[in-house]
């Protein structure tokens, strides 16, 4: 899983997952052809996504997501964005 916004804090990951999965502390990576980029806002809140752009970078974690229960867990946590497979080799 690749981490940029609040997924890259621990205690924010230990809220929605088990011990396992915060406590990690991820592998810092940059991906290109990304940006960060304000996706939504609401009155209470503002989401951070990224987005594709030839030519840019974005910096985050990959973290092992190893059960189907944070998988599960993080699908509620993160249910207004799509997960999008990223090659490693890009």
Do not use: H
Request: glycine fraction near 8%.
């Amino acid at each position: 899983l690749f981490g940029y916004g609040s997924l890259m804090n621990p205690e924010s990951r230990a809220q929605t997952s088990t011990d396992i999965f915060a406590q990690q502390k991820g592998l810092p990576v940059m991906i290109r052809n990304m940006e960060r980029a304000w996706s939504a806002r609401t009155v209470s809140f503002t989401a951070l996504g990224i987005r594709f752009r030839k030519g840019k970078e974005c910096t985050g974690i990959l973290l092992e997501v190893s059960s189907q229960e944070d998988w599960k867990k993080l699908d509620a946590r993160e249910g207004a964005y799509n997960r999008v497979q990223i090659r490693l080799n890009d």
